[in-house]
């Protein structure tokens, strides 16, 4: 019998050091107008920073009073430093209310943020 260990053991996973939330990105995946109120109708952005090379699959888990609403995953490889970007829109506008985006590296929970849509 022949066991085959994966070349995904080999590689170093990313390292998350912040979870901006805002209303519009910047041309590097980053947010350049950070909020955590938001309007009915606007897309909202979520950019996982991390500080140094790797590959690993992020997942945002985006939830409205408590229930999970939508999940988007990325798989990603960055060499240095990198910025992965992920949105939320809801053509009807979203509902008034509390929400949260919760980001996982690899299957584990790194970061969160709470936001609230208003009108």
Not at 25 to 51: C, E, G, W
Not at 68 to 90: C, D, L, M, N, R
Request: hydrophobic content about 35%; overall charge neutral.
């Amino acid at each position: 019998m022949v066991v085959i260990t994966g070349v995904a053991g080999c590689r170093q996973p990313l390292h998350v050091t912040t979870l901006q939330v805002g209303r519009s990105l910047n041309a590097d995946k980053t947010i350049a107008t950070h909020t955590t109120r938001f309007k009915r109708d606007d897309t909202i952005y979520a950019s996982v920073l991390t500080d140094r090379t790797g590959s690993s699959t992020i997942l945002a888990r985006w939830s409205y009073n408590g229930h999970v609403v939508s999940e988007t995953q990325k798989q990603v490889t960055y060499k240095g430093p990198g910025a992965t970007e992920f949105h939320f829109e809801s053509a009807d506008g979203f509902p008034e209310g509390d929400y949260k985006v919760e980001i996982f590296v690899d299957g584990q929970p790194v970061a969160s943020r709470d936001f609230r849509v208003q009108t």
